[in-house]
């Protein structure tokens, strides 16, 4: 079974991408999947998460908090900024345009901890740059939304709040909890996560894809353009600031992907609740679940082949 896991975490970009493929163009396939499972598959990934948190994960923050202070700083506006200029330099229509902001006020999700990982940079930094800003998000991500669009589409600021306490905060807070409780059982099944939080994920992108098919192939190019422009100026400025504050090569690493790599899978589940009357807001966030985790395997890779001489 590791094994198994081992493979699916190591193909994953390529799993996730023949998944949204198959339920683009042939949606009938994937339409037994409700989108009403979404915010219970986002809860197993946070609840996974939670399971391999310590309490040394978040000792960073005290034994580092510049540079956590910095993570937080840039995912709280770097992302947000570049989704509100590129929505309005390619004139996105309001659903697209809230979908793409509410992308960008997420904060970075598990796929960021995995990519640093392969990519061999600084692990702990990136869970807990990822770990304060989840923290962050149920205050942060509303209110960036909010002040982003209120002038264009109303945004249900106390929704998105709740939504973001019951399928993020609560399940890794549980997962915590276990894990710290039943360390000893949960470091058995550890191996597993890697399999649960892919398949999770892939059943968010299928049942997001197949059931706004129509809606996507729509749009044409337009959306997916704006995603991945999105995507690569995050890893570019993020690896950028690294540079202008001279960080060690392997702090540019973790902080180019987690402000890269957004948890679309929340801003997907919560474009639902913020915006019941925007279909389109969901498609953002959908595009950018399958396209993040194909540029992110290629960029840790690329980032492996760095040279590691600098003194670090």
């Known amino acids: 079974m590791k094994r198994i896991s081992d493979f699916i975490g190591k193909y994953m970009a390529v799993i996730v991408l023949l998944v949204a493929a198959l339920a683009l163009f042939v949606p009938k396939s994937c339409l037994w999947i409700q989108t009403a499972w979404i915010n219970y598959l986002l809860m197993v990934v946070m609840f996974g998460m939670g399971l391999t948190l310590k309490l040394e994960d978040f000792a960073i923050i005290i034994k580092r908090p510049k540079d956590i202070i910095i993570g937080c700083i840039a995912q709280f506006t770097i992302m947000p900024l570049l989704a509100f200029i590129l929505g309005k330099m390619f004139g996105l229509e309001a659903g697209l345009l809230a979908g793409v902001i509410l992308v960008g006020t997420c904060p970075g999700g598990t796929s960021s901890n995995v990519m640093t990982y392969l990519s061999k940079g600084d692990v702990a930094l990136s869970v807990g740059m990822t770990s304060v800003n989840t923290l962050l998000a149920p205050f942060l991500t509303p209110a960036i939304t909010y002040l982003l669009l209120k002038t264009t589409v109303t945004v249900d600021i106390m929704s998105m709040f709740i ?18 409780i039943w360390g000893k059982y949960t470091e058995k099944i550890n191996d597993l996560l890697p399999l649960i939080s892919v398949a999770a994920i892939t059943l968010i992108v299928a049942a997001v894809v197949s059931h706004n098919s129509e809606s996507i192939l729509g749009t044409g190019a337009l959306v997916f353009v704006v995603v991945i422009l999105h995507n690569v100026l995050g890893y570019a400025v993020g690896y950028a600031l690294g540079i202008a504050l001279r960080l060690p090569v392997k702090k540019k690493k973790a902080l180019s992907i987690e402000i890269g790599m957004q948890n679309s899978g929340l801003a997907t589940s919560l474009a639902g609740t913020a915006f019941p009357n925007l279909a389109m807001a969901t498609i953002p966030g959908a595009v950018f679940s399958v396209w993040h985790n194909i540029s992110g395997a290629i960029l840790a890779n690329i980032f492996r082949r760095l040279d590691e001489n600098e003194n670090e």
């Open 163 to 180: 939504s973001i306490i019951k399928i993020v905060i609560v399940p890794i807070a549980l997962g915590f909890l276990i894990n710290k």
